[in-house]
C-alpha cells in the first residue's frame, strides 16, 4: 500500500482578534465549532503576526519569510518575482496549493513582463497569485473605482437577484433604511442594521461553500486548501439574524487609560489623531460597531460547524491538517485607537489553533501552549507535514511538529519578531519621517515588548507586570539593559543571512576542499607544491 493522502485546511480569517472566541476566554461570544477543533488539537496562546496589516502580513504566511526579507512592506506594495512561495515548494512535491478567498496579493506586473512572461499563462497566474491556484479569489474591498476586475461573487449576487452596478457594496455591505433607501455599511452608525443581503447568500456562506466544492472536485488528490474569509474586517455589517444577536451589553469595556495619552511616544500620538483612532475612542461607536463584530464572527463559527460535519462525514478529519488564525487584530478602541498597524496584543497577536491528524499528536490534543509562535512557522509546518524537505535558507519559519507531538518547549524561541511601515499614515507627515525611515521594529521575548522606532526613542512594555501595556518604559533610566538586550537581539535577527535562498548551507558546507579536484589551482608554488595537495 502507498503512503496515504496528506491534505492541509488553512483557515485565516481577516482583522480577528485573538480574544474574541469564547475557548480564548471572551465571556459572551460563543464559538463551539472553532472550540471543538482547539479540543482536537493545539491552541496556542502567544503566537503573533510578522507584520500588523493584511498584505505584508499575509506575505509572511504565505512566504514563511520576514517582511524585511520578502520586501512587501504595505499593502499594494508587490511581492517581487522570483520570492519563493508556499505554492512553489507544494508544487515540487505534486500537491495543489488552492485559494478561495481572500490574500491581498498585489502583483509583481513589472517584474512579469521585464521576464516576458505572459500574465494569463499558468506560469504568469502563478506568479501573480502568491503561488495559489485561485479556485476563486475573492478580496473582499472592492468598492467602485477600487478594483480593474470584479470577483465572480459579485456575478453569484447579481444572479441571485441582487442587481446592482456593485452588489457587493450595495447589497451585501448595505443596510436599507425606513424608505428603503441605501444605508452605506462604511458608515458605523448603520452597523446595527441588517445587512440587505440575505444570510445564505452573504460572504461567508457563499466562500464556506465554494471551498466544499473544491474539496469534491479535487477528490483523493493531496492539496492545501487556503479558506481565507474576509471578514469580520470592516466595513462592520452583517446579514439577519446575526446583526442582533449581540448588543451594547455585551462590548467589554476598552482597555485604555487617559495615561497613556500623557506624554506619548510621538508616533503613537500621531495614531491618536487618525480618524480610525478618534472614532473609536467615542462609546457609542463601540456599542454600535462591536456587536456586529461579534455578528460577523459567530456567523463564521456556524459556517465552520457547516464544514467540520462535510469533512467528518468523508473521513477527512483523518488525512487533513487544519489550522484556523487571523491576519492579525482590530484594536476596535483599545488603547484609544482604531484599526491594527501598532503593536499592543489587540493588535499584533493572533488566534492560533493547529489539529494534527498524526498519532504523534495525539498526546497534545486539548492542550494549550504558550511557546512563542510566528506566523511565518506555518508554512514550513505545511511542507513538512505533506512530505516536503525542510529548507531553512528559504523558509524563516520553523516547523510547528514538534511542539504538535508534545516535544520540550526549552530552546524553542527566545523572541518573536513583527515589522510595520508607516510611510503612508499621517504620522510621516506630522513628524517629518523620510519614508525610508518609517519603520518599526518590535522585538518581544517572554516578558518584555521592545519596539525599535527609526529617528526615535524606542517603547518598551512589561507585559509581567503591565499585561494592559499601559505604561511605555522605553524613556525609563531603570530599564536601560532590558532596552540594551531586545535592542541586540533585533541587530542579531538583523545580521542574519536573508536572502541567500538559492543554495542552502549543507550544499555550501559540501563544497569545501572541492577547487582542486576540478582543477582549480590557487595558491600553488610550483609541481612539488601541487603533488603534496
Not at 489623531?273 to 457609542?284: G, L, P
Not at 456567523?299 to 487544519?322: H, K, S, W
Request: charge should be negative; aromatic fraction near 10%.
Amino acid at each position: 500500500m502507498g503512503t496515504p493522502v496528506r491534505n492541509v485546511l488553512f483557515i485565516m480569517c481577516d482583522q480577528l482578534r485573538f480574544d474574541y472566541l469564547s475557548c480564548y476566554g471572551h465571556p459572551h461570544l460563543k464559538t463551539p465549532h472553532i472550540d471543538a477543533l482547539a479540543a482536537r488539537g493545539v491552541r496556542f496562546t502567544r503566537a503573533y503576526v510578522q507584520s500588523t496589516i493584511c498584505g505584508p502580513s499575509r506575505m509572511s504566511f504565505y512566504t514563511g519569510r520576514y517582511v524585511r526579507s520578502h520586501g512587501s512592506t504595505w499593502n499594494g506594495i508587490p511581492l517581487r518575482v522570483g520570492e519563493p512561495t508556499l505554492g512553489d515548494h507544494l508544487k515540487e512535491i505534486g500537491v495543489r496549493n488552492v485559494l478561495v478567498g481572500k490574500t491581498h496579493m498585489r502583483a509583481d506586473t513589472e517584474g512579469i513582463l521585464r521576464l516576458g512572461i505572459d500574465p494569463k499563462s499558468v506560469i504568469g497566474v502563478h506568479l501573480a497569485e502568491c503561488g495559489f491556484e485561485p479556485y476563486e479569489r475573492h478580496d473582499g474591498l472592492h468598492p467602485k473605482g477600487y478594483e480593474p476586475s470584479r470577483p465572480a461573487y459579485d456575478a453569484y449576487l447579481r444572479a441571485q437577484g441582487f442587481n446592482s452596478e456593485n452588489p457587493w457594496e450595495e447589497w451585501a455591505n448595505s443596510a436599507a433604511g425606513d424608505d428603503g433607501e441605501i444605508l452605506s455599511g462604511w458608515l458605523m452608525r448603520y452597523s446595527n442594521l441588517p445587512a440587505r443581503v440575505a444570510e445564505e447568500h452573504s460572504e461567508t456562506p457563499y466562500t464556506t461553500r465554494r471551498a466544499m466544492q473544491f474539496i469534491e472536485e479535487a477528490g483523493n488528490s493531496p492539496w492545501c486548501l487556503h479558506l481565507s474569509y474576509i471578514k469580520p474586517h470592516w466595513p462592520y455589517i452583517v446579514p439577519a439574524p446575526y446583526h442582533d444577536i449581540y448588543g451594547p451589553e455585551h462590548v467589554l469595556p476598552a482597555v485604555r487609560c487617559e495615561a497613556e495619552r500623557q506624554n506619548a511616544h510621538p508616533i503613537l500620538a500621531s495614531y491618536f489623531k487618525e480618524r480610525f483612532s478618534a472614532v473609536f475612542a467615542r462609546d457609542e461607536v463601540r456599542e454600535r460597531v462591536i456587536p456586529a463584530y461579534m455578528g460577523l464572527i459567530k456567523q463564521i463559527d456556524d459556517q465552520l460547524g457547516v464544514l467540520f460535519e462535510f469533512m467528518q462525514a468523508r473521513g477527512l478529519f483523518d488525512n487533513t491538517m487544519i489550522v484556523f488564525t487571523s491576519d492579525h487584530g482590530d484594536y476596535l478602541g483599545d488603547h484609544w485607537l482604531g484599526e491594527k498597524e501598532l503593536f499592543h496584543e489587540p493588535s499584533v497577536k493572533i488566534p492560533f489553533i493547529v489539529y494534527d491528524p498524526r498519532a504523534e499528536a495525539d498526546a497534545t490534543r486539548g492542550t494549550v501552549s504558550d511557546a512563542l509562535v510566528e506566523a511565518i512557522d506555518l508554512a514550513p509546518t505545511f511542507v513538512e507535514f505533506l512530505g516536503g524537505p525542510a529548507k531553512p535558507h528559504v523558509m524563516e519559519g520553523r516547523s510547528l511538529t514538534p511542539l504538535l507531538a508534545g516535544g520540550p518547549t526549552a530552546g524553542w524561541r527566545d523572541y518573536v519578531i513583527s515589522e510595520y511601515d508607516y510611510s503612508l499614515r499621517r504620522a510621516r507627515l506630522d513628524l517629518n519621517v523620510p519614508v525610508a525611515d518609517c519603520r518599526l521594529v518590535m522585538v518581544m521575548d517572554r516578558r518584555w515588548k521592545y519596539i525599535h522606532a527609526e529617528g526615535f526613542r524606542p517603547m518598551l512594555y512589561d507585559l509581567e507586570r503591565d499585561p494592559e501595556e499601559f505604561n511605555d518604559l522605553g524613556a525609563d533610566p531603570a530599564h536601560a539593559d532590558v532596552r540594551a538586550r531586545l535592542h541586540e537581539a533585533m541587530f542579531a535577527w538583523a545580521r542574519r543571512h536573508h536572502n541567500r535562498i538559492t543554495i542552502s548551507d549543507a550544499a555550501i558546507a559540501s563544497r569545501y576542499g572541492t577547487e582542486s579536484k576540478r582543477g582549480i589551482r590557487i595558491g600553488y608554488w610550483d609541481e612539488d607544491d601541487l603533488k603534496g595537495g
